[in-house]
């Protein structure tokens, strides 16, 4: 009984991440399409490729790509196409435009604003370490001054 359930499991799991799959009857249609779902993002997952996605909108535009290459249509159209319909967010890469320029631009900003607000914050820390041994270094001299007036202000007993 164990055994039964876990082959049935097993086959449920396997069942439940597939991913279907086309094959065009031309090697580089086939190519095509391959390429295209790896350049195509599934609009609800956000980080998965049209081709690594089990939703819904995924296997449609897999199932889209799939009739579009049957009919003829080049690469180019067919990404022309998807862009037309969904916008600039369907390519994995989008190109560099006014609209995406945000999404090139921006991890650059981050980046330099990080390293600006470290260089910074290491600057200040070292800034205050200065002037803690620069206090400590004053209270030692203040200390032996007075230790001196005190020797001084006793006279010598010889």
């Known amino acids: 009984m164990k055994r039964l ?3 049935f499991l097993l086959i449920m799991s396997s069942s439940v991440y597939a991913v279907d799959f086309r094959q065009l009857s031309d090697p580089e249609q086939q190519e095509t399409y391959e390429t295209l779902t790896k350049e195509l993002r599934c609009l609800v997952c956000q980080n998965q490729t049209i081709a690594d996605s089990n939703a819904e909108l995924a296997a449609d535009l897999r199932r889209q790509v799939y ?3 049957q009919q003829g249509k080049s690469k180019q159209e067919i990404i022309q196409f998807m862009t037309d319909r969904y916008g600039d967010f369907v390519l994995y ?6 609209k995406t320029s945000v999404l090139w631009i921006a991890p650059v900003v981050f980046l330099l604003m990080g390293l600006i607000t470290v260089f910074f914050f290491i600057r200040r820390k070292k800034a205050a370490a200065n002037q803690q041994t620069k206090a400590g270094a004053l209270e030692t001299d203040i200390e032996k001054q007075k230790k001196i ?3 001084l202000g ?4 010889s």
Do not use: C, V, W
């Not at 006793?154 to 007993?157: F, L």
């Open 93 to 98: 890469k989008p190109p560099f435009k006014g």
């Open 154 to 157: 006793k006279g010598d007993p």
């Open 67 to 69: 009739e579009m290459l």
């Open 149 to 151: 007036r005190s020797l």
């Open 5 to 7: 359930l876990f082959i």
